[in-house]
């Protein structure tokens, strides 16, 4: 008897360690952070075209009839090589203003995959680098890729809560809050130039981090879009209003009374402020936060 119930209760302790429920999990404490997914490259349809043109080694190899090995043709959605065209599949941004081209192939039945990284150099020169390494090429076609820029323009406009792109029948919408990395993606194309980036650590409302294009300076904070300031003519309003436009061009789009203030002779009116010179001109012009000293 004795045995008996010792082997029971030895079976009854087995079962009762196997039927035993997990220990609770405190996910308040001490549970691994996991990290944030990467953000997916942005996919664009065709390839800048500020890379579009004719490009070669130097200028006696652009002059080169026929053109040698190492002649460049890039397309809007196709590349040449040499004498070999080069299908192009997939075309994703980079870091500063750079963009990889995915191209598949085939040569003599064996299906061949690369990928080129296109890259404006110093001077308008062209960096590729590729499975052969990294080379420089020169354009051969100024004229040709100035035309190509044209026909793919995008018009930046200015707008009191952030900025606006029209590209043929259509307009997009770029307000503040927007991610940093959409805006200096349009900026660049609408501009075909990359910008010169600073921060401003002195800033009452935080730092700010710019990027500087000839015709506009954009401001973001925490990695998002909160503020342009404009830098000479050429970008206006809807309206027409911008730098060099006359008094009355601004008092018939918005009701912007004018103020002495420590700037000059300033006006603001729904986010969009600016001044004007003795003789009326707008000599300045920004929207959101661009810590102009006062």
């Known amino acids: 008897m004795r045995r008996w119930t010792i082997g029971m209760l ?25 990290p944030l997914p990467s953000p997916t490259p942005e996919t664009l349809v065709t390839i800048p075209t500020r890379f579009v043109g004719t ?20 397309a809007a959605n196709a590349m040449r090589i040499g004498d ?47 499975d052969a390494g990294p080379v420089r090429r020169v354009r051969c076609d100024a004229p040709a890729g100035a035309e190509a820029a044209a026909r793919n323009a995008i018009a930046l406009n200015l707008a009191p809560d952030g900025l606006q792109t029209v590209a043929g029948a259509s307009s997009r919408a770029l307000p503040f809050g927007t991610p940093s990395e959409v805006v200096l993606r349009v900026v660049e194309a609408a501009t075909q130039t990359l910008p010169e980036r600073s921060r401003n650590a002195d800033c009452g409302e935080g730092p700010l981090d710019i990027a500087t294009y000839p015709k506009i300076a954009v401001y973001f904070q925490e990695g998002r879009f909160v ?19 006359k008094r009355a061009t601004v008092d018939s789009s918005i009701d912007a009374p004018v103020e002495e203030t420590s700037l000059g002779r300033e006006f603001s009116s729904g986010g969009l402020s600016g001044t004007y010179d003795a003789k009326d001109n707008v000599t300045a012009l920004w929207a959101g936060s661009t810590c102009i000293a006062r």
């Open 55 to 74: 490009w070669d080694s130097d200028g006696a190899a652009c002059a080169a009839d026929p053109a040698g090995a190492n002649r460049l043709v890039v």
């Open 84 to 130: 070999r065209g080069v299908p192009v599949r997939g075309i994703t941004l980079a870091d500063a203003g750079a963009v990889d081209i995915d191209t598949v192939g085939d040569r003599s039945g064996i299906t061949e995959q690369h990928r080129y990284r296109l890259a404006l150099g110093q001077g308008g020169t062209l960096d590729m680098n590729g």
């Open 10 to 34: 030895a079976l009854l302790a087995g079962c009762g360690q196997a039927d035993e429920p997990d220990a609770l999990v405190n996910l308040s404490q001490d549970d691994p952070i996991l």
């Open 227 to 245: 503020g342009w300031s404009a830098r000479g003519r050429g970008l206006t309003t809807m309206s027409g209003v911008g730098i060099g436009a």
